[in-house]
Nanobody
Framework: VQLVESGGGLVQPGGSLRLSCAASGFALSRSVMSWFRQAPGKERELVASIRITGAITNYADSVKGRFTISRDNAKNTVFLQMNSLKPEDTAVYYC????????????WGQGTQVTVSS
């Protein structure tokens, strides 16, 4: 079982990035999928979640209106489109899989660094 994030990098304030999380070894179509982030010296925080059907999404207040989570179950991949990026969005971004819908994440990716700086 593996989750692999990609798409991070260095971007200027106001810019955009699209993160991907590809799953192998299990079907993420049966899991609640979420993106988390952790900035230096801070705790890991939930950024966005998407339910199995993709019809229900939730976002942290700090990213509402700027970030969009989506899933392509056929490709076994979850995405995070990040627009209007701010320096405070700088963090390592992780995807997680909650197989039973109980907010317990059994699988995690290794993380991808996002740096927003001019």
């Amino acid at each position: 079982v593996q989750l692999v994030e990609s798409g991070g990098g260095l971007v200027q304030p106001g810019g955009s990035l699209r993160l991907s999380c590809a799953a192998s070894g299990f079907a993420l179509s049966r899991s609640v999928m979420s993106w988390f982030r952790q900035a230096p010296g801070k705790e890991r925080e939930l950024v966005a979640s998407i339910r199995i059907t993709g019809a229900i999404t939730n976002y942290a207040d700090s990213v509402k209106g700027r970030f969009t989570i989506s899933r392509d179950n056929a490709k076994n991949t979850v995405f995070l489109q990040m627009n209007s990026l701010k320096p405070e969005d700088t963090a390592v971004y992780y995807c997680g899989a909650d197989r039973w819908g109980n907010a317990v994440y059994e699988y995690w990716g290794q993380g991808t660094q996002v740096t927003v700086s001019s």
